[in-house]
């Protein structure tokens, strides 16, 4: 079992332009969410995606956009980039089927993002 | 807003028992209590999650009064590996609120 994967792990952007990070799920889950994470701080929830529909929101604008495939993998798109955007991104997923615990999500290793 | 409260850091010795404290005041009937480990540029990982009273694995123990208000993560004989970020979240297993993330605890294990 892969895990949970992301790609790219680093990216290099200036301010203007338009990102887009991918994730695959860990096998056998169905949710996929997003966080972003400054340096020294906790991740902070973007959104959520099931059943290819975002289901809830973090206080994030609407720059910050997603989508779910029918696989379940995901992508974070992230338009008209600021500086304050560079952070590390994380896509963590989980069961939520019934019996699963959404509480024990399992997380990628990260995109760092850069905006110069 | 994190609905949680710990200590910015603790230092501790290899080999020494670590217990790191939080306090979840609002605690709503259904959360539970979960804790994660970050390790520098990785994802965070799940390390333990209970409802009530004590809950242990290989990893840690977890322990939480009747009243819920606060829970305490007990890693025994700490090593230098265990230097990590810890974060302590509460939110029901349903997913009906999203997991809020605060700046947890960074936890030193010196040699």
């Known amino acids: 079992d892969a895990g949970v994967t992301q790609s790219p792990t680093h990216l290099i952007k200036t301010r203007g332009q338009q990102v887009t990070l991918r994730c695959s799920p860990k096998?056998?889950?169905?949710?996929v969410s997003w966080y972003q994470q400054a340096l020294g701080q906790g991740p902070q929830f973007i959104f959520q995606?099931?059943?290819?529909?975002?289901?809830q929101r973090g206080n994030f604008p609407d720059r910050f956009s997603g989508h779910q495939f029918p696989n379940y993998s995901s992508e974070l798109n992230v338009n008209a980039l600021l500086l304050g955007d560079s952070a590390l991104y994380l896509c963590?997923?989980?069961?939520?089927?019934?019996?699963?615990?959404?509480?024990?999500?399992?997380f990628g290793p990260g995109t760092r993002l850069t905006v110069l | 807003l994190a609905k949680t409260t710990q200590p910015i850091s603790m230092d501790s010795y290899e080999g020494q028992e670590v217990n790191i404290t939080c306090s979840h005041n609002?605690?709503?009937?259904?959360?539970?209590i979960t804790w994660y480990q970050q390790f520098p540029s990785q994802g965070p990982r799940f390390i333990i999650q209970?409802?009530?009273t004590k809950v242990t694995n290989e990893v840690a123990s977890l322990f939480i009064p009747a009243d819920r208000k606060s829970s305490t993560l007990s890693l025994p004989r700490v090593s230098l590996s265990d230097t990590a970020v810890y974060y302590c979240?509460?939110?029901?297993?349903?997913?009906?609120?999203?997991?809020?993330f605060g700046k947890g605890t960074r936890l030193s294990v010196i040699a």
């Open positions: 963590a997923s989980s069961p939520r089927l019934a019996g699963g615990n959404y509480n024990e999500q399992f």
């Open positions: 096998s056998g889950h169905d949710t």
């Open positions: 995606y099931y059943e290819e529909e975002e289901r």
């Open positions: 609002n605690i709503a009937t259904n959360d539970y």
């Open positions: 209970g409802y009530k």
């Open positions: 979240l509460v939110g029901d297993k349903g997913g009906n609120t999203p997991l809020v």
